[in-house]
Nanobody, 116 residues
Framework: QVQLVESGGGLVQPGGSLRLSCEASGIRFSIYSMGWYRQAPGKQRELVAAIAPGGSTNYASSVLGRFTISRDNTKNTVFLQMNSLKPEDTAVYYC??????????WGQGTQVTVSS
């Protein structure tokens, strides 16, 4: 039984910050690549940030310098620190766990709303 549970979403003003968490169970967490995706109404789901088992990261250009992804393998948790939030960051944010060459697992999503 695999479960990814996100938390930390909410409503913030432009320029504000949020920290998202995703706790995983049912997988060997340390060997999975972890990612954060987001989907706004009427738009495709897009990769926001990802972190590999060895700690390497990559970010969407739209969030580079504002968002930071990290992981704590002792807690089976991946984080997304979001700073300098913009209205265009408004979306449902999803946690993903994946092994190279395989389909992955998804969390239920958490809403992030940045007011205008």
């Amino acid at each position: 039984q695999v479960q990814l549970v996100e938390s930390g979403g909410g409503l913030v003003q432009p320029g504000g910050s949020l920290r998202l968490s995703c706790e995983a169970s049912g997988i060997r967490f340390s060997i999975y690549s972890m990612g954060w995706y987001r989907q706004a109404p009427g738009k495709q789901r897009e990769l926001v940030a990802a972190i590999a088992p060895g700690g390497s990261t990559n970010y969407a250009s739209s969030v580079l310098g504002r968002f930071t992804i990290s992981r704590d393998n002792t807690k089976n948790t991946v984080f997304l620190q979001m700073n300098s939030l913009k209205p265009e960051d408004t979306a449902v944010y999803y946690c993903n766990a994946r092994l190279v060459g395989r389909d992955g697992y998804w969390g239920q999503g958490t809403q992030v709303t940045v007011s205008s």
